[in-house]
Nanobody
Framework: QVQLVESGGGLVQAGGSLRLSCATS????????MGWFRQAPGKEREFVAD????????YYADSVKGRFTISRDNAKNTVYLQMNSLKPEDTADYYC???????????????WGQGTQVTVSS
């Protein structure tokens, strides 16, 4: 059973930066495509970014492209989301997700983290 634990959320002013981390355990991280979703109050959960288990292919939602960067360190069993130029509309709970040997995350990943809150003030 893979466990995902997010950290790094918090309150930041617009234009600022945060780095989210997702620590994994219970599985071999290199076998999983990893990524992030977010859910703002009153809205549906939406895809943010993912990074494939093969190679270094990354994908981003249009709303974060050019501002967010996803990366992984398989040796440390950790996935990161560097968020720059944050906007108030980035305010949401951010969830780490894992999908076993898929090139992309689906809307029903195999595993979810518990989430970490990000609040961007204007």
């Amino acid at each position: 059973q893979v466990q995902l634990v997010e950290s790094g959320g918090g309150l930041v002013q617009a234009g600022g930066s945060l780095r989210l981390s997702c620590a994994t355990s219970g599985g071999t991280l290199s076998f999983y495509t990893m990524g992030w979703f977010r859910q703002a109050p009153g809205k549906e959960r939406e895809f943010v970014a993912d990074i494939s288990w093969i190679g270094i292919n990354t994908y981003y939602a249009d709303s974060v492209k050019g501002r967010f960067t996803i990366s992984r360190d398989n040796a440390k069993n950790t996935v990161y989301l560097q968020m720059n130029s944050l906007k108030p509309e980035d305010t949401a709970d951010y969830y780490c997700a894992a999908q076993y040997k898929k090139l992309r995350l689906t809307i029903t990943p195999d595993y979810w983290g518990q989430g970490t809150q990000v609040t961007v003030s204007s």
